[in-house]
């Protein structure tokens, strides 16, 4: 039986700005990496070309799955168990990173191994292992990074990923304007990572404080560490065939195609479809920890922070897609120059995974839940579906039909877990806030259309569409006064008087 969320408590207010505001700080570092990295891929690609970007794309994808299998999905275990165990922080880590540490290791031994006794071309394998102990070095950062997210001290997180990219693509513009080889600019942004580690350690350090005693007993017993790797492994599975549903197609690209060329077509692509996707990535990292602790202790109000932030995700992501599908063809040519327009096309099929864009709500909502493992089963198979839907469409459509396959899978997904979870908490699917929001964000799209036709502006449209979708929502009257006041409790305390000091004023002339 449907029920109607719970209004908003003091405490759910108060846990909303929270998310809010880690929200905006770990969208402010995305921003930085979107920029820094962004600029940095554009350089490497416009310097290298399709044919050596792919060979690129393709040594990162294999390396970044082995490096996820090495990882064993301990990041989010951590978050949600530091966050509702403060104290335990530094064992956890420690537990977690000698884990890690030693499984990095032997991975690129591995990989060192089968590249000489396969007799891999000796430029290759600097690429491989270059990339590869990137891989690893980020394994750790994001170990790190989710002990501080557990803390919910995202500012931390901000600065020492803010100097990685940064360093990057300094170090990066100054070897290509040195015209260096591609594997300088690898074993720089390799440094640059090295540099985030020590950061993120002092960091982590100075919010626990040095570990007293001896050193030795700092990680947990063996039984106990078994026990959480067990309590980790549907963490494991989600990270893995995440990570193999965005790398997998240029895996599959290479195998079915041969070609270099279609790879980094894809991997331009699929790094501009990622800088969209920054807000909704950092609202799951902000919402998690939040969840996590609304379920232990506020379970009654728990529907109703769902319900909000999946409607609240909607209204974001949706015009995005749209946006996104009319720009992306002059956008990338903008951007990655006229070798790389093939990619125009599969950008605009990545673009449709957008309109699932709540799946970032729904992720973290199941993993508060305890239901990991439904969470994992599906994304399992429809992942698994995806792969050999790509079987068919890659040999027909190429980089296209490896983006068509996995946005397949992704909207499927999607489906399913809404279907789940609103059933779970009882909830009624918002259907008519869905319908308006679709309105809306067509209405925009029709003003994006007429900007780019008549103006022949990709940043004229980026303008004009936002305002459009605005004043699409004012009309449709989408917000309801509950949001509005939910949506203005969330602002900053000084923000929020303003705002009501105005209104106040501003009724008082018109009773006069």
Known sequence: MACTPLAPGRREVGTGRRVARNTVLLSIGQVVLAGSMGLWTIMVARYVGPEAFGVYAYAQAGLTILTVVGSLGLDQLLTRDVAQRPEAGLRYLATFGLLRAGLMALILAGVVLAARATHYPPERTWIAMLVGANAALMALNTLVAALLNAHEAMGYTVVAQSANYLLTLGLGALAVWLR?????????????????????????????????????????????????????????????????????????????????????????????????????????????????????????RFPGMFERAYRYVMAATVPLALGLWV??????????????????????????????????????????????????????????????????????????????????????????????????????????????????????????????????????????????????????????????????????????????GRLTGAQQEGEG
């Open 180 to 300: 260096q080889p591609f594997p300088v600019l690898l074993g720089l942004s390799a440094g640059a990572s090295l540099v985030q580690l020590a950061l993120s350690a002092v960091f982590a350090l100075r919010i626990h404080g040095r570990p007293t005693g001896r050193l030795r007993s700092l990680p947990f017993p063996t039984s106990a560490t078994l026990g959480l790797l067990w309590t980790a492994l549907p963490f494991t599975l989600l990270q893995l065939i995440s990570t193999v549903r965005t790398y997998a197609p240029a895996l599959l690209l290479q195998y079915l195609t041969a070609s270099d060329a279609a790879v980094g077509y894809f991997a331009a692509a699929q790094r501009v479809h990622a800088v969209t996707v920054i807000v909704p990535d950092m609202l799951l990292q902000a919402a998690f920890p939040a969840f996590s602790s609304a379920y232990a202790r506020e379970r009654e």
């Open 327 to 500: 720009l992306a063809p002059p956008l990338l040519g903008l951007l990655y120059g006229p070798r790389y327009a093939p990619a125009g096309t599969t950008l605009q099929v990545l673009s449709v995974a957008l309109l699932g864009g709540v799946g970032w709500v729904m992720g973290p909502a199941m993993l508060a839940m305890g239901r990991q493992t439904a969470y994992a089963l599906i994304y399992i198979a429809t992942m698994a579906g995806a792969g050999v839907l790509s079987l068919w469409t890659i040999p027909r459509y190429g980089p296209a039909g490896a983006a068509g396959a996995l946005v397949a899978g992704k909207l499927l997904q999607d489906a399913i877990y809404t279907a789940l979870i609103f059933r779970w908490l009882g909830l009624r699917f918002p259907a008519i806030w869905a319908g308006r929001i679709a309105v809306a964000s067509l209405l925009a799209a029709v003003a994006l259309v007429l900007t780019v036709a008549r103006a022949h502006s990709v940043l004229g449209g980026a303008i004009v569409m936002p305002a459009a979708y605005a004043g699409s929502l004012l009309a449709l009257r989408t917000l309801s006064g509950e949001d509005w006041r939910y949506l203005a409790q969330l602002l900053p305390a000084r923000v929020r008087r303003r705002l009501e």
